[in-house]
């Protein structure tokens, strides 16, 4: 029942290492984000696709590439990741496009060390 | 940097007293404002919204002031209960910055015995 779910929760890996976090969201809506919540709580946007489009692409490193098979879906792969790295990623999605409210995942905890 | 940030970072307030968390944003473009509630471990959740041409919303417990003219939103938790305890943020929806939200930085509300 739960309507934007990305796993996992917790991702511990090494330096350079690449890794996947998925999402998906079964409230059919045509919207979905990538959002990046450091320690200081601060969130910032990073990629946005409206029924598999890329939309919005923050200046990030092109380490990050977000991937949408589907609406449903965005999943988000990193490549050589580096220590600056460690942060919660969201997934989110939303109704009508931008401006309107936004429905959360739970958030992946990605630790580098 | 953000055009949205909030007064307080931390707020302490008596369980039953009334609880107010300011925000203060810089665009007089935004035309858009939400108030999103984040538990820890959990990712942010919908409260309110209010668009620029009310002044005054209400919902359960909740209510959103926005002042257009010194560019001032707050969020007012009647009967703070010990469920209220989380980092609270404001976001703006900036129509010419591609309509994406853009959220400030959280306060965190503490809520005592």
């Known amino acids: 029942d739960t309507a934007v779910s990305q796993t996992p929760k917790y991702l511990v890996t090494q330096m350079g290492n690449d890794k996947s976090i998925k999402c998906e969201q079964n409230?059919?809506?045509?919207?979905m984000y990538w959002y990046k919540q450091d320690s200081k709580k601060f969130l910032k946007i990073m990629f946005s696709?409206?029924?598999?489009?890329?939309?919005i692409n923050e200046t990030v490193p092109n380490r990050f590439s977000p991937k949408s098979p589907d609406k449903a879906h965005l999943n988000l792969h990193i490549n050589s990741l580096e220590l600056g790295d460690s942060a919660v990623y969201f997934c989110?999605?939303?109704?009508?496009?931008?401006?309107?409210?936004?429905?959360f995942g739970s958030g992946t905890q990605l630790s580098v060390l | 940097g953000e055009s949205v940030g909030l007064h307080l970072p931390t707020l302490s307030v008596q369980e039953g007293d009334n609880s107010i968390i300011n925000c203060a944003y810089s665009?007089?473009?935004?035309?858009?404002f939400i108030w999103y509630k984040q538990e820890s471990g959990k990712g942010p959740q919908f409260i309110i919204d209010?668009?620029?041409?009310?002044d005054k919303r209400q919902g359960q417990r909740v209510t959103v002031l926005l002042n257009k003219t010194v560019k001032h939103l707050s969020l007012q938790i009647a009967a703070t209960q010990p469920g209220d305890s989380a980092v609270y943020f404001c976001?703006?929806?900036?129509?010419?910055?591609?309509?994406?939200?853009?959220f400030g930085k959280g306060t965190r509300l503490h809520i005592l015995p």
């Open positions: 409230l059919g809506h045509d919207t």
């Open positions: 665009n007089s473009a935004s035309d858009y």
């Open positions: 209010i668009r620029s041409n009310m």
């Open positions: 696709y409206n029924n598999k489009e890329l939309i």
């Open positions: 989110a999605s939303s109704d009508l496009g931008f401006g309107e409210k936004l429905f």
């Open positions: 976001a703006e929806n900036i129509l010419n910055r591609d309509d994406k939200i853009i």
